[in-house]
């Protein structure tokens, strides 16, 4: 199922225009909300690394993650939906799961694809929208998961060039 047709939205997915690393965001979530993105990321069988700093270990429970202290090193988990694309996710305040994703992996519409099969996996789950706003530039999105559609839509027109 196609949500998006990259003709239509290619811009958006343009580094030079969004930066190469947009944010992604699901804001007013929970700690149980990034527990539910773990539980998620193994059920589906992606492949994921958990680490802290330069430290590889197993993927915690959410709760101890956040619970860190304030001047800890912040830890990511990097999660492969698919060999060639990758969503690094930030553990930095547990009312916001938010990841990264290179917008230079994700060029025509089979990656395009990927990536919005990952934001409705992730906004089923949760049950809340996922937002990807330009790189720096949160609060503003330019598509995001429209949980009652089912669908990634687009939150801001498409620029010309």
Do not use: N
């Given at each position: 199922?196609?949500?998006?047709?990259?003709?239509d939205?290619?811009?958006?997915?343009?580094?030079?225009?969004m930066?190469?690393?947009?944010?992604?965001?699901?804001?007013?979530?929970?700690?149980?909300?990034?527990?539910?993105?773990?539980?998620?990321?193994?059920?589906?069988?992606?492949?994921?690394?958990?680490?802290?700093?330069?430290?590889?270990?197993?993927?915690?429970?959410?709760?101890?993650?956040?619970?860190?202290?304030?001047?800890?090193?912040?830890?990511?988990?990097?999660?492969?939906?698919?060999?060639?694309?990758?969503?690094?996710?930030?553990?930095?305040?547990?009312?916001?799961?938010?990841?990264?994703?290179?917008?230079?992996?994700?060029?025509?519409?089979?990656r395009?694809?990927?990536?919005?099969?990952?934001?409705?996996?992730?906004?089923?789950?949760?049950?809340?929208?996922?937002?990807?706003?330009?790189?720096?530039?949160s609060?503003?999105?330019?598509?995001?998961?429209?949980?009652?559609?089912?669908?990634?839509?687009?939150?801001?027109?498409?620029?010309?060039?």
């Amino acid at each position: 199922m196609t949500d998006l047709l990259w003709d239509d939205v290619k811009c958006f997915f343009d580094p030079d225009l969004m930066g190469s690393l947009p944010d992604v965001r699901v804001p007013g979530a929970s700690v149980e909300d990034w527990q539910a993105v773990l539980d998620l990321v193994a059920e589906k069988g992606w492949k994921c690394q958990y680490s802290e700093g330069e430290s590889v270990l197993p993927v915690p429970r959410a709760e101890s993650v956040l619970s860190r202290p304030a001047d800890a090193e912040c830890p990511d988990l990097r999660v492969w939906p698919t060999a060639d694309v990758l969503a690094i996710f930030r553990f930095h305040a547990d009312d916001e799961v938010d990841f990264d994703v290179d917008l230079r992996e994700l060029q025509g519409q089979e990656r395009l694809d990927v990536f919005c099969g990952f934001l409705r996996e992730i906004g089923r789950r949760l049950g809340k929208p996922v937002l990807m706003d330009p790189e720096g530039d949160s609060g503003h999105p330019v598509l995001g998961c429209d949980v009652k559609a089912d669908r990634v839509v687009l939150l801001a027109d498409p620029q010309v060039r």
